[in-house]
């Protein structure tokens, strides 16, 4: 069975950094694309960054563009998101998804999902 398991979040102030991963198993890992969502409290899930499987080529949400990188590594099976610069409007629960079409902004382009980390940014 496919899981999906993220970690890393915790409390940051503005202006700083975490590392977000996403271990995947039960899948043949570099045959799905990868994407990273987030939900903030009241607001419906939001994309945030994506990459293939093949190619590694990656996509980021124009708000999180030059602050935020989608890495992975196929050898161990792990997706990564870099965020720096943090912002108090980046709080929310952050998941990760693997598409096996390919790597989309729609979260209905993903097969399985993640339970997500929270990630806050105190002002």
């Known amino acids: 069975q496919v899981q999906l398991v993220e970690s890393g979040g915790g409390l940051v102030q503005a202006g700083g950094s975490l590392r977000l991963s996403c271990v995947a198993s039960?899948?043949?890992?570099?045959?799905?694309?990868m994407g990273w969502f987030r939900q903030a409290p009241g607001k419906e899930r939001e994309f945030v960054a994506a990459i293939r499987g093949s190619s590694g080529s990656t996509y980021h949400a124009d708000s999180v563009k030059r602050r935020f990188t989608i890495s992975r590594d196929n050898a161990k099976n792990t997706v990564y998101l870099q965020m720096d610069s943090l912002k108090p409007e980046d709080t929310a629960v952050y998941y990760c998804?693997?598409?096996?079409?390919?790597?989309?902004?729609?979260?209905?382009?993903?097969?399985?999902w993640g339970q997500g980390t929270q990630v806050t940014v105190a002002s």
């Open positions: 039960g899948l043949t890992f570099s045959r799905y694309g």
């Open positions: 998804a693997a598409s096996v079409s390919g790597s989309y902004a729609r979260t209905d382009m993903y097969d399985y």
